[in-house]
Protein backbone atom coordinates (compact mmCIF):
# COMPACT_ATOMS: atom_id res chain seq x y z
CA UNK A 1 0.00 0.00 0.00
CA UNK A 2 1.25 2.91 -0.50
CA UNK A 3 0.20 4.81 2.60
CA UNK A 4 0.60 3.66 6.27
CA UNK A 5 -3.11 4.45 6.98
CA UNK A 6 -5.10 3.01 4.28
CA UNK A 7 -5.62 2.26 1.01
CA UNK A 8 -7.60 5.54 0.05
CA UNK A 9 -5.14 8.57 -0.64
CA UNK A 10 -6.10 12.27 0.07
CA UNK A 11 -5.28 15.44 -1.69
CA UNK A 12 -2.44 16.10 0.41
CA UNK A 13 -0.74 12.57 -0.31
CA UNK A 14 -1.07 13.21 -3.94
CA UNK A 15 0.29 16.91 -3.87
CA UNK A 16 3.35 16.65 -1.53
CA UNK A 17 6.69 14.89 -1.53
CA UNK A 18 7.44 14.56 2.17
CA UNK A 19 11.14 13.66 2.95
CA UNK A 20 12.51 10.13 3.57
CA UNK A 21 14.38 9.32 6.93
CA UNK A 22 16.56 6.68 7.48
CA UNK A 23 15.58 4.03 10.00
CA UNK A 24 17.28 3.65 13.82
CA UNK A 25 20.46 1.44 13.24
CA UNK A 26 21.27 2.03 16.96
CA UNK A 27 21.45 2.55 20.47
CA UNK A 28 21.46 6.24 21.33
CA UNK A 29 20.09 9.09 23.76
CA UNK A 30 18.81 12.29 23.76
CA UNK A 31 16.67 14.06 26.18
CA UNK A 32 13.12 13.43 25.17
CA UNK A 33 12.21 10.70 22.93
CA UNK A 34 8.69 11.54 20.84
CA UNK A 35 7.04 8.49 19.48
CA UNK A 36 5.20 9.22 16.69
CA UNK A 37 5.65 12.48 13.27
CA UNK A 38 2.41 13.79 12.98
CA UNK A 39 1.62 16.47 14.03
CA UNK A 40 1.45 16.93 18.02
CA UNK A 41 4.86 14.79 17.83
CA UNK A 42 6.43 16.87 15.36
CA UNK A 43 5.26 20.33 16.77
CA UNK A 44 6.91 18.97 20.09
CA UNK A 45 9.84 17.94 19.30
CA UNK A 46 10.21 21.69 17.17
CA UNK A 47 9.73 23.63 20.18
CA UNK A 48 11.45 21.14 22.10
CA UNK A 49 14.30 21.57 20.25
CA UNK A 50 14.26 25.40 20.18
CA UNK A 51 15.05 25.35 23.71
CA UNK A 52 17.57 23.47 23.30
CA UNK A 53 16.71 20.19 24.37
CA UNK A 54 17.97 17.47 22.13
CA UNK A 55 15.50 15.40 20.77
CA UNK A 56 14.59 11.43 18.98
CA UNK A 57 11.29 11.27 16.79
CA UNK A 58 10.45 7.74 15.98
CA UNK A 59 7.88 6.62 13.89
CA UNK A 60 7.03 2.94 12.24
CA UNK A 61 6.33 4.50 9.13
CA UNK A 62 7.14 8.13 7.75
CA UNK A 63 6.57 11.84 8.63
CA UNK A 64 2.85 12.27 8.62
CA UNK A 65 2.05 8.67 7.50
CA UNK A 66 -0.90 8.59 10.15
CA UNK A 67 -3.99 10.87 10.67
CA UNK A 68 -2.08 13.69 10.20
CA UNK A 69 -2.02 12.83 6.49
CA UNK A 70 -6.19 11.86 6.04
CA UNK A 71 -7.19 15.39 7.95
CA UNK A 72 -9.14 18.36 6.15
CA UNK A 73 -6.74 20.92 7.47
CA UNK A 74 -9.30 23.60 9.35
CA UNK A 75 -7.42 25.25 11.64
CA UNK A 76 -10.05 26.30 14.07
CA UNK A 77 -10.85 28.28 17.61
CA UNK A 78 -14.52 27.14 16.56
CA UNK A 79 -14.87 24.06 18.77
CA UNK A 80 -16.84 20.91 17.17
CA UNK A 81 -18.53 19.99 20.80
CA UNK A 82 -19.86 23.99 21.00
CA UNK A 83 -19.02 26.63 23.26
CA UNK A 84 -22.50 25.85 25.22
CA UNK A 85 -21.26 22.50 25.90
CA UNK A 86 -17.57 22.96 26.63
CA UNK A 87 -18.98 25.55 29.36
CA UNK A 88 -21.29 22.69 30.59
CA UNK A 89 -18.85 20.70 30.98
CA UNK A 90 -15.56 22.64 31.86
CA UNK A 91 -16.98 25.76 33.39
CA UNK A 92 -16.76 29.20 31.92
CA UNK A 93 -13.24 29.14 33.04
CA UNK A 94 -12.57 25.78 30.95
CA UNK A 95 -14.48 27.45 28.15
CA UNK A 96 -12.51 30.44 28.12
CA UNK A 97 -9.14 28.66 28.44
CA UNK A 98 -10.44 26.43 25.62
CA UNK A 99 -10.63 29.76 23.32
CA UNK A 100 -7.81 30.75 24.27
CA UNK A 101 -5.45 27.55 23.52
CA UNK A 102 -6.88 26.90 20.19
CA UNK A 103 -6.49 30.95 19.35
CA UNK A 104 -2.98 30.08 20.44
CA UNK A 105 -1.95 27.41 18.29
CA UNK A 106 -3.42 29.07 15.28
CA UNK A 107 -1.26 31.74 15.86
CA UNK A 108 1.89 29.73 16.85
CA UNK A 109 1.23 27.73 13.81
CA UNK A 110 1.11 31.21 11.76
CA UNK A 111 4.41 32.23 13.49
CA UNK A 112 6.34 29.01 12.39
CA UNK A 113 5.34 29.15 8.95
CA UNK A 114 6.74 32.51 9.30
CA UNK A 115 9.60 32.15 10.92
CA UNK A 116 10.55 29.00 9.28
CA UNK A 117 9.67 30.27 5.58
CA UNK A 118 7.21 27.13 5.06
CA UNK A 119 5.87 27.58 2.48
CA UNK A 120 2.26 25.57 3.34
CA UNK A 121 -0.54 27.23 1.16
CA UNK A 122 -1.28 29.09 5.41
CA UNK A 123 -4.28 31.64 4.91
CA UNK A 124 -5.82 33.26 7.06
CA UNK A 125 -10.14 32.70 6.66
CA UNK A 126 -13.15 32.91 8.42
CA UNK A 127 -15.05 30.33 9.32
CA UNK A 128 -19.06 30.40 9.20
CA UNK A 129 -21.41 28.02 11.22
CA UNK A 130 -25.00 27.16 10.24
CA UNK A 131 -27.86 24.93 10.64
CA UNK A 132 -29.56 22.24 8.03
CA UNK A 133 -32.85 23.65 6.43
CA UNK A 134 -35.39 23.28 8.79
CA UNK A 135 -33.06 23.37 11.88
CA UNK A 136 -34.06 25.72 14.53
CA UNK A 137 -31.57 28.98 15.25
CA UNK A 138 -31.29 28.30 18.54
CA UNK A 139 -28.35 26.44 18.36
CA UNK A 140 -26.85 29.53 16.94
CA UNK A 141 -27.98 31.69 19.23
CA UNK A 142 -26.86 30.13 22.18
CA UNK A 143 -23.35 29.44 20.41
CA UNK A 144 -22.76 32.80 19.89
CA UNK A 145 -23.44 34.05 23.30
CA UNK A 146 -21.27 30.93 24.79
CA UNK A 147 -18.81 32.00 22.92
CA UNK A 148 -18.80 35.42 23.89
CA UNK A 149 -18.49 34.78 27.27
CA UNK A 150 -15.62 32.61 26.28
CA UNK A 151 -13.66 35.45 25.03
CA UNK A 152 -14.18 35.50 21.43
CA UNK A 153 -15.91 38.66 21.22
CA UNK A 154 -15.53 38.98 17.83
CA UNK A 155 -17.97 35.99 16.90
CA UNK A 156 -21.19 37.51 15.66
CA UNK A 157 -24.20 36.51 13.73
CA UNK A 158 -24.32 37.26 10.22
CA UNK A 159 -27.40 37.06 7.64
CA UNK A 160 -26.04 34.37 5.56
CA UNK A 161 -22.57 32.97 4.60
CA UNK A 162 -20.47 34.28 1.49
CA UNK A 163 -21.82 31.43 -0.73
CA UNK A 164 -23.30 32.34 -4.03
CA UNK A 165 -24.61 28.75 -4.78
CA UNK A 166 -26.99 28.12 -1.89
CA UNK A 167 -28.31 30.36 1.14
CA UNK A 168 -27.45 28.81 4.54
CA UNK A 169 -29.54 31.46 6.11
CA UNK A 170 -28.52 33.19 9.31
CA UNK A 171 -25.43 31.90 10.46
CA UNK A 172 -22.28 32.60 12.98
CA UNK A 173 -18.88 33.78 11.30
CA UNK A 174 -15.95 33.16 13.02
CA UNK A 175 -13.08 35.45 11.80
CA UNK A 176 -9.54 34.99 12.04
CA UNK A 177 -9.85 31.36 11.71
CA UNK A 178 -7.02 29.46 9.19
CA UNK A 179 -6.51 26.43 6.81
CA UNK A 180 -2.80 24.93 5.53
CA UNK A 181 -0.90 22.17 3.59
CA UNK A 182 -0.42 19.66 6.49
CA UNK A 183 1.97 17.25 4.67
CA UNK A 184 3.84 20.92 3.33
CA UNK A 185 3.54 22.13 7.23
CA UNK A 186 5.08 18.86 8.94
CA UNK A 187 8.02 18.77 5.95
CA UNK A 188 9.10 22.93 7.30
CA UNK A 189 8.95 21.43 10.79
CA UNK A 190 11.25 18.11 10.11
CA UNK A 191 13.14 20.30 8.42
CA UNK A 192 13.57 23.19 11.10
CA UNK A 193 14.02 20.49 13.85
CA UNK A 194 16.96 19.16 12.33
CA UNK A 195 18.63 22.28 11.84
CA UNK A 196 18.32 22.50 15.85
CA UNK A 197 19.91 19.21 16.21
CA UNK A 198 17.12 17.13 16.39
CA UNK A 199 17.01 13.53 14.70
CA UNK A 200 13.81 12.00 13.06
CA UNK A 201 13.31 7.98 12.04
CA UNK A 202 11.19 6.89 10.46
CA UNK A 203 10.49 2.64 9.45
CA UNK A 204 11.47 2.64 13.30
CA UNK A 205 8.92 0.57 15.82
CA UNK A 206 8.21 1.74 19.22
CA UNK A 207 7.87 -1.60 20.86
CA UNK A 208 8.53 -1.28 24.48
CA UNK A 209 7.79 2.38 26.24
CA UNK A 210 8.98 2.41 29.76
CA UNK A 211 9.17 5.84 31.72
CA UNK A 212 11.54 6.46 35.02
CA UNK A 213 14.62 7.94 35.89
CA UNK A 214 16.07 5.35 33.49
CA UNK A 215 13.35 6.02 30.45
CA UNK A 216 13.67 4.13 27.41
CA UNK A 217 12.00 3.18 24.11
CA UNK A 218 12.90 -0.33 22.74
CA UNK A 219 12.44 -0.84 18.56
CA UNK A 220 11.30 -3.64 16.86
CA UNK A 221 14.85 -3.58 15.16
CA UNK A 222 16.39 -4.07 18.82
CA UNK A 223 17.96 -1.04 19.48
CA UNK A 224 16.72 0.84 22.25
CA UNK A 225 16.85 5.15 22.72
CA UNK A 226 16.90 6.40 26.23
CA UNK A 227 15.88 9.55 27.67
CA UNK A 228 14.80 11.72 30.41
CA UNK A 229 10.84 11.89 29.13
CA UNK A 230 8.95 9.94 26.76
CA UNK A 231 6.33 11.72 24.50
CA UNK A 232 3.57 9.41 23.07
CA UNK A 233 2.02 11.16 20.18
CA UNK A 234 0.47 8.54 18.22
CA UNK A 235 -2.87 9.47 17.48
CA UNK A 236 -4.24 7.35 20.60
CA UNK A 237 -1.61 6.27 22.73
CA UNK A 238 -0.24 2.48 22.16
CA UNK A 239 1.25 2.46 25.84
CA UNK A 240 -1.95 2.30 27.66
CA UNK A 241 -3.83 -0.74 27.73
CA UNK A 242 -7.32 0.55 29.29
CA UNK A 243 -6.79 4.16 31.05
CA UNK A 244 -6.77 6.59 28.55
CA UNK A 245 -8.94 3.75 26.41
CA UNK A 246 -12.19 4.20 28.02
CA UNK A 247 -12.35 7.76 28.26
CA UNK A 248 -12.23 8.50 23.93
CA UNK A 249 -14.14 6.43 21.18
CA UNK A 250 -13.28 6.33 17.44
CA UNK A 251 -15.03 7.53 15.21
CA UNK A 252 -14.15 6.74 11.37
CA UNK A 253 -14.55 10.14 9.14
CA UNK A 254 -15.90 10.48 4.85
CA UNK A 255 -14.20 12.94 2.77
CA UNK A 256 -14.42 14.20 -0.94
CA UNK A 257 -12.72 16.59 -2.59
CA UNK A 258 -14.22 18.15 -5.49
CA UNK A 259 -12.71 19.87 -8.89
CA UNK A 260 -14.22 23.12 -9.26
CA UNK A 261 -13.30 26.14 -11.15
CA UNK A 262 -11.16 28.85 -9.73
CA UNK A 263 -12.24 31.52 -7.28
CA UNK A 264 -15.69 29.97 -7.74
CA UNK A 265 -15.96 29.14 -4.09
CA UNK A 266 -15.27 31.75 -1.31
CA UNK A 267 -12.34 30.29 0.51
CA UNK A 268 -13.75 30.36 4.11
CA UNK A 269 -14.39 27.15 6.69
CA UNK A 270 -17.57 25.97 6.54
CA UNK A 271 -19.31 23.65 8.87
CA UNK A 272 -22.86 22.97 9.72
CA UNK A 273 -25.11 21.48 12.61
CA UNK A 274 -26.00 17.89 11.12
CA UNK A 275 -25.45 15.04 13.48
CA UNK A 276 -23.01 13.82 11.87
CA UNK A 277 -21.93 17.27 10.78
CA UNK A 278 -20.53 18.27 7.20
CA UNK A 279 -17.35 20.50 6.84
CA UNK A 280 -16.15 22.12 4.04
CA UNK A 281 -12.89 24.60 2.94
CA UNK A 282 -11.33 25.01 -0.34
CA UNK A 283 -7.73 24.13 -1.68
CA UNK A 284 -6.15 25.44 -4.58
CA UNK A 285 -3.72 22.86 -6.78
CA UNK A 286 -1.72 22.71 -9.22
CA UNK A 287 -1.92 20.09 -12.37
CA UNK A 288 1.41 19.13 -13.52
CA UNK A 289 0.43 20.45 -17.28
CA UNK A 290 0.64 23.70 -14.84
CA UNK A 291 -3.68 24.69 -14.72
CA UNK A 292 -4.73 25.68 -11.45
CA UNK A 293 -8.09 25.15 -10.36
CA UNK A 294 -9.60 24.59 -6.76
CA UNK A 295 -10.52 21.53 -4.94
CA UNK A 296 -13.61 21.80 -2.50
CA UNK A 297 -12.78 19.16 0.22
CA UNK A 298 -16.17 18.08 2.01
CA UNK A 299 -15.90 15.79 5.47
CA UNK A 300 -18.60 14.07 7.19
CA UNK A 301 -20.76 10.82 7.34
CA UNK A 302 -18.86 9.99 10.40
CA UNK A 303 -19.41 6.14 12.55
CA UNK A 304 -18.15 4.81 15.08
CA UNK A 305 -14.90 2.78 13.65
CA UNK A 306 -15.09 -0.73 12.80
CA UNK A 307 -19.14 -0.83 13.19
CA UNK A 308 -19.80 -0.10 9.44
CA UNK A 309 -18.71 -0.98 5.98
CA UNK A 310 -20.03 1.21 3.48
CA UNK A 311 -17.70 3.56 2.66
CA UNK A 312 -18.59 3.53 -1.20
CA UNK A 313 -22.34 4.61 0.13
CA UNK A 314 -20.65 6.79 2.33
CA UNK A 315 -18.58 8.70 -0.09
CA UNK A 316 -21.71 8.67 -2.73
CA UNK A 317 -23.76 10.44 -0.02
CA UNK A 318 -21.14 13.07 0.43
CA UNK A 319 -21.12 13.33 -3.04
CA UNK A 320 -24.94 13.94 -2.95
CA UNK A 321 -24.95 16.86 -0.14
CA UNK A 322 -22.03 18.73 -2.23
CA UNK A 323 -23.66 18.87 -5.32
CA UNK A 324 -26.79 20.07 -4.45
CA UNK A 325 -24.92 22.87 -2.84
CA UNK A 326 -22.41 23.30 -4.94
CA UNK A 327 -23.68 22.69 -8.55
CA UNK A 328 -20.01 24.52 -9.89
CA UNK A 329 -18.53 20.91 -9.45
CA UNK A 330 -16.84 19.61 -11.82
CA UNK A 331 -15.46 15.94 -10.85
CA UNK A 332 -14.67 13.97 -7.84
CA UNK A 333 -10.73 13.93 -7.22
CA UNK A 334 -10.18 12.37 -4.13
CA UNK A 335 -12.11 9.87 -1.92
CA UNK A 336 -10.41 9.19 1.32
CA UNK A 337 -11.20 8.54 5.13
CA UNK A 338 -9.70 8.91 8.47
CA UNK A 339 -10.04 8.37 12.07
CA UNK A 340 -10.73 10.49 14.93
CA UNK A 341 -10.54 9.90 18.65
CA UNK A 342 -13.74 11.56 20.31
CA UNK A 343 -12.98 12.25 23.95
CA UNK A 344 -16.01 11.61 26.30
CA UNK A 345 -16.01 15.58 27.06
CA UNK A 346 -14.75 17.22 23.82
CA UNK A 347 -11.65 18.11 25.05
CA UNK A 348 -7.89 16.34 24.08
CA UNK A 349 -6.26 14.56 26.79
CA UNK A 350 -2.77 16.32 26.96
CA UNK A 351 -0.11 15.55 29.59
CA UNK A 352 1.36 13.52 32.09
CA UNK A 353 -0.47 9.80 31.57
CA UNK A 354 -2.00 8.51 34.25
CA UNK A 355 -0.42 5.55 36.44
CA UNK A 356 3.07 6.07 34.54
CA UNK A 357 5.93 7.99 35.88
CA UNK A 358 5.94 11.81 35.78
CA UNK A 359 8.13 11.38 32.99
CA UNK A 360 6.00 9.92 30.50
CA UNK A 361 3.33 12.48 28.43
CA UNK A 362 0.62 12.20 26.11
CA UNK A 363 -1.65 13.55 23.65
CA UNK A 364 -4.80 11.86 22.05
CA UNK A 365 -8.79 12.48 21.85
CA UNK A 366 -8.60 15.12 19.32
CA UNK A 367 -12.25 15.51 19.37
CA UNK A 368 -12.21 16.32 15.33
CA UNK A 369 -9.54 19.07 15.80
CA UNK A 370 -6.34 17.62 15.63
CA UNK A 371 -4.43 20.22 13.86
CA UNK A 372 -5.08 22.75 16.57
CA UNK A 373 -4.73 20.14 19.63
CA UNK A 374 -1.81 18.76 18.05
CA UNK A 375 -0.29 22.10 18.49
CA UNK A 376 -1.59 22.78 21.57
CA UNK A 377 0.37 19.46 22.86
CA UNK A 378 3.31 20.71 21.63
CA UNK A 379 2.97 23.78 23.84
CA UNK A 380 1.71 22.39 27.06
CA UNK A 381 4.11 19.52 27.00
CA UNK A 382 7.28 21.52 26.48
CA UNK A 383 5.91 23.86 29.22
CA UNK A 384 5.89 20.86 31.27
CA UNK A 385 8.96 19.42 30.30
CA UNK A 386 10.89 22.63 30.88
CA UNK A 387 9.04 23.35 34.24
CA UNK A 388 6.85 26.16 33.50
CA UNK A 389 3.49 26.72 34.76
CA UNK A 390 0.80 26.45 31.87
CA UNK A 391 -2.49 27.40 32.26
CA UNK A 392 -4.06 25.06 29.98
CA UNK A 393 -2.93 21.85 32.35
CA UNK A 394 -5.58 21.62 34.47
CA UNK A 395 -7.93 21.81 31.46
CA UNK A 396 -6.62 18.84 29.36
CA UNK A 397 -5.17 17.09 31.93
CA UNK A 398 -5.31 12.90 31.38
CA UNK A 399 -6.49 11.79 34.35
CA UNK A 400 -9.47 14.18 35.02
CA UNK A 401 -12.64 13.18 35.38
CA UNK A 402 -15.62 15.21 34.13
CA UNK A 403 -18.71 14.16 36.24
CA UNK A 404 -21.27 16.20 33.85
CA UNK A 405 -19.75 14.12 30.89
CA UNK A 406 -21.10 10.15 32.74
CA UNK A 407 -23.61 9.59 30.51
CA UNK A 408 -21.45 10.18 27.55
CA UNK A 409 -18.92 7.88 28.74
CA UNK A 410 -21.72 5.46 30.38
CA UNK A 411 -22.75 5.30 26.32
CA UNK A 412 -19.47 4.93 24.78
CA UNK A 413 -18.52 2.07 27.37
CA UNK A 414 -22.10 0.31 26.53
CA UNK A 415 -21.09 0.06 22.59
CA UNK A 416 -18.02 -1.60 23.45
CA UNK A 417 -19.25 -3.73 25.87
CA UNK A 418 -21.93 -4.92 23.62
CA UNK A 419 -19.36 -5.12 20.66
CA UNK A 420 -17.66 -7.96 22.47
CA UNK A 421 -20.98 -10.13 23.04
CA UNK A 422 -22.11 -9.74 19.03
CA UNK A 423 -18.45 -10.82 18.30
CA UNK A 424 -18.39 -13.64 19.96
CA UNK A 425 -21.55 -15.00 19.31
CA UNK A 426 -22.02 -14.15 15.47
CA UNK A 427 -21.17 -16.44 12.59
CA UNK A 428 -18.43 -15.07 10.50
CA UNK A 429 -18.59 -12.89 7.46
CA UNK A 430 -18.24 -16.32 5.49
CA UNK A 431 -18.54 -20.00 5.34
CA UNK A 432 -15.78 -20.93 2.91
CA UNK A 433 -12.56 -19.20 2.07
CA UNK A 434 -13.70 -19.73 -1.71
CA UNK A 435 -16.04 -17.41 -1.29
CA UNK A 436 -13.66 -14.47 -1.15
CA UNK A 437 -12.29 -12.47 -3.66
CA UNK A 438 -8.67 -11.58 -5.30
CA UNK A 439 -7.67 -8.18 -3.14
CA UNK A 440 -10.75 -8.73 -0.28
CA UNK A 441 -10.88 -10.10 3.27
CA UNK A 442 -13.46 -11.25 5.46
CA UNK A 443 -13.83 -12.82 8.73
CA UNK A 444 -14.52 -16.83 8.83
CA UNK A 445 -15.47 -18.84 12.33
CA UNK A 446 -14.11 -22.26 12.78
CA UNK A 447 -15.53 -22.94 16.54
CA UNK A 448 -15.31 -21.14 18.71
CA UNK A 449 -12.95 -19.10 16.85
CA UNK A 450 -12.58 -16.25 14.74
CA UNK A 451 -9.56 -15.97 11.91
CA UNK A 452 -9.26 -13.00 9.37
CA UNK A 453 -8.50 -14.23 5.77
CA UNK A 454 -7.22 -11.98 2.91
CA UNK A 455 -6.90 -13.10 -0.34
CA UNK A 456 -4.25 -10.92 -2.37
CA UNK A 457 -4.07 -9.81 -6.28
CA UNK A 458 -2.31 -13.29 -7.02
CA UNK A 459 -4.88 -15.34 -5.58
CA UNK A 460 -3.07 -16.32 -2.17
CA UNK A 461 -5.21 -16.85 0.59
CA UNK A 462 -3.42 -15.11 4.01
CA UNK A 463 -5.00 -16.39 7.75
CA UNK A 464 -4.43 -14.17 10.85
CA UNK A 465 -6.35 -14.67 13.81
CA UNK A 466 -8.99 -12.22 14.06
CA UNK A 467 -8.49 -11.04 17.72
CA UNK A 468 -7.04 -7.78 18.01
CA UNK A 469 -4.15 -7.92 20.42
CA UNK A 470 -5.05 -4.72 22.41
CA UNK A 471 -8.11 -6.26 24.47
CA UNK A 472 -9.32 -9.44 22.19
CA UNK A 473 -12.51 -7.39 20.27
CA UNK A 474 -12.48 -9.23 16.99
CA UNK A 475 -11.72 -6.85 13.80
CA UNK A 476 -13.70 -6.76 10.49
CA UNK A 477 -12.92 -5.71 6.85
CA UNK A 478 -12.65 -2.13 5.60
CA UNK A 479 -13.69 -2.09 1.95
CA UNK A 480 -13.01 0.87 1.40
CA UNK A 481 -8.94 1.10 3.07
CA UNK A 482 -8.43 -2.64 2.56
CA UNK A 483 -7.35 -2.41 6.47
CA UNK A 484 -8.61 -4.82 9.04
CA UNK A 485 -10.05 -2.27 12.00
CA UNK A 486 -10.56 -3.08 15.53
CA UNK A 487 -14.73 -1.91 16.34
CA UNK A 488 -13.68 -1.49 20.23
CA UNK A 489 -10.94 1.09 20.58
CA UNK A 490 -9.93 1.91 17.12
CA UNK A 491 -6.74 -0.31 15.83
CA UNK A 492 -6.15 -0.74 12.50
CA UNK A 493 -4.49 -3.38 10.68
CA UNK A 494 -3.41 -4.20 7.11
CA UNK A 495 -4.64 -6.46 4.97
CA UNK A 496 -1.74 -9.05 6.14
CA UNK A 497 -2.25 -8.24 10.07
CA UNK A 498 0.69 -6.18 10.71
CA UNK A 499 -0.67 -3.22 12.92
CA UNK A 500 -1.35 0.49 11.21
CA UNK A 501 -3.04 2.41 13.93
CA UNK A 502 -3.19 1.97 17.90
CA UNK A 503 -3.81 1.16 20.62
CA UNK A 504 -2.52 -2.23 19.31
CA UNK A 505 1.01 -1.97 19.65
CA UNK A 506 1.43 -5.44 17.68
CA UNK A 507 0.37 -7.41 14.51
CA UNK A 508 -2.73 -9.89 14.29
CA UNK A 509 -0.88 -12.79 15.42
CA UNK A 510 -0.69 -15.76 12.55
CA UNK A 511 -3.52 -18.26 12.83
CA UNK A 512 -1.13 -21.15 13.84
CA UNK A 513 -0.87 -19.22 17.29
Known sequence: ???????????????????????????????VCIVGAGIAGLTTAYLLAREGRSVVVLDDGRIGGGMTERTTAHLSNAIDTRYFEIERLHGEKGARLTAQSHTAAIDRIEAIVNEEKIDCD????????????????DVLEREVKAANRAGLNDVEQVERAPLASFDTGMCLRFPRQAQFHPLK??????????????????????????????????????????????VIATNTP??????????????????????????????????DTADPFHYVRVQGVSAPDGDRYDVLIVGGEDHKSGQADDGDKRHAQLEAWARER?????????????QVMESFDGLAFIGRNPGDPQNVYIVTGDSGMGMTHGTIAGILITDLIMGRECPWAPLYDPSRKTLRA?????????????????DYLTRGDIDSPEKIAQGEGAIIRRGMTKFALYRDEQGTLHKRSAMCPHLGCIVSWNHLEKTWDCPCHGSSFDPYGRVLNGPANSDLENADE
Open 326 to 338: FPMIESIEFRWSG
Open 406 to 422: SLEYARENINVAAQYVE
Open 122 to 137: FGRVDGYLFVPPGDSK
Open 185 to 230: YLTGLSRAIEQNGGRIFSGTHASKMEGGAQARVETGNGYVVTADAI
Open 1 to 31: MDSNSGQTKSIWMATAAVPEQSSLTGNTHSD
Open 238 to 271: VNDIVTIHTKQAPYTSYVIGARIPRSSVTKALYW
